[in-house]
């Protein structure tokens, strides 16, 4: 019993002073916290509405720990037999500040994200400030993290010894390392050299190995290319960096749109121009700006027409092109028929009326 009551007394044990701390710590951290919620829910602030989304729960810990760091560090001052009591403070103060930090980055990552408009036709630049954003948010988080961790191992004597020997070596090691971590160090060098230099950009419309598709995913190492068809094809980073590929929204997002017709050379050319403006003018999938139809080559009986449109992006443009394709075929089978490529059944039909009557037909 009297035991009992010497670990409760205040000069011979440090939790009197851990258990006030960590009762005005939770006071401290739930009045804080109830404050943002508070203005998140009543404000139109999206900064205030990021912090109350990622930051409470961090709160909880944080506050508590400092204050139960700081009293710890005053008792171990004339208490060196409960030193060990700061040092595990401070190991799990280091752990939340980690934690804390990475956190405030992705609330600065949202805050940043929300500020980008991607409704408007042209989102180019706000596509490639969210591909700069998303890579050096993994890259802060990966340098806080590195830094917690060195923090946390140079608080111990002992690891701190190991440490300098582990640096008088480093020269063997880091060759060593250099050597099997090539193919990992060129992907993030690459890595870094896209996000700033960017061939490509999150929701880029791309060919790669054959197939169109729109960049989904730009990690450290790998990107993810989501095909038309809902696949997804995982390229390593440096595949844009070695390998020619296709961007289609390299620079902007608006393209022009191409249709072929092959037709007979009676096709009335102009009418046809006529009716492709007027195709044009009647869908919102143009974009108002070019337009063209022209003779661009012949092939034995029949002319080549390709059809020039121009739309804000590229889903729109393959849109355009199959509705402009349809749309002049159904007038050119109904309004001009003969310019359709039916030679070779008319070329045949009078072939055979030239037999006699009692030859064989096929």
């Not at 598709?213 to 997804?232: F, P, Q, S």
Request: net charge neutral; with cysteine.
């Amino acid at each position: 019993m009297n035991d009992f009551f010497n670990l409760l007394d205040y000069r011979n044990s440090p939790w009197l002073i851990v258990l006030p701390a960590l009762v005005i710590g939770l006071i401290i951290s739930a009045v804080v916290i109830n404050i943002i919620k508070i203005t998140a829910a009543k404000k139109e602030w999206r900064a205030v509405k990021a912090v109350s989304e990622n930051l409470t729960s961090v709160l909880y810990f944080f506050i508590p720990l400092v204050l139960i760091t700081a009293a710890l560090k005053t008792y171990s001052l004339t208490h060196k037999d409960y030193y060990w009591t700061f040092t595990i403070s401070k190991v799990a103060l280091i752990a939340v500040t980690t934690w804390l930090m990475t956190r405030i980055v992705i609330i600065i990552e949202k805050v940043l994200i929300d500020q980008l408009d991607f409704n408007t036709p042209d989102n180019n630049q706000a596509r490639r400030l969210f591909t700069k954003i998303k890579f050096v948010k993994r890259m802060v988080i990966i340098l806080i993290i590195t830094i917690g961790v060195s923090i946390l191992l140079l608080s111990f004597e002992s690891v701190r010894q190991y440490g300098v020997g582990i640096l008088t070596s480093a020269g063997i090691f880091s060759v060593i390392i250099g050597f099997a971590a090539q193919k990992s160090l060129a992907n993030l060098m690459a890595g870094i050299q896209i996000a700033f230099t960017q061939p490509i950009k999150i929701d880029d419309v791309v060919i790669v190995e054959g197939e169109w598709g729109r960049i989904e995913e730009i990690n450290l190492t790998y990107v993810v290319v989501n095909i038309w068809d809902l696949r997804r094809i995982v390229l390593p980073i440096t595949y844009f960096i070695e390998t020619p590929f296709q961007n289609w929204t390299r620079n902007e997002s608006a393209l022009i749109g191409t249709a072929f017709f092959q037709l007979n050379y009676l096709t009335p050319v102009a009418r046809l121009r006529e009716k492709l403006k007027e195709i044009l003018d009647t869908t919102p999938l143009w974009d108002g700006k070019s337009w063209a139809l022209q003779v661009t080559d012949t092939q034995g009986q029949l002319m080549i027409l390709r059809a020039l449109m121009s739309a804000r992006n590229s889903s729109e443009t393959f849109d355009l092109r199959c509705y402009v394709r349809e749309k002049m075929i159904e007038f050119i089978s109904l309004e001009y028929p003969e310019a359709l490529p039916s030679f070779r059944i008319e070329e045949a039909k009078k072939q055979e009326s030239m037999l006699p009557d009692n030859e064989p037909r096929i």
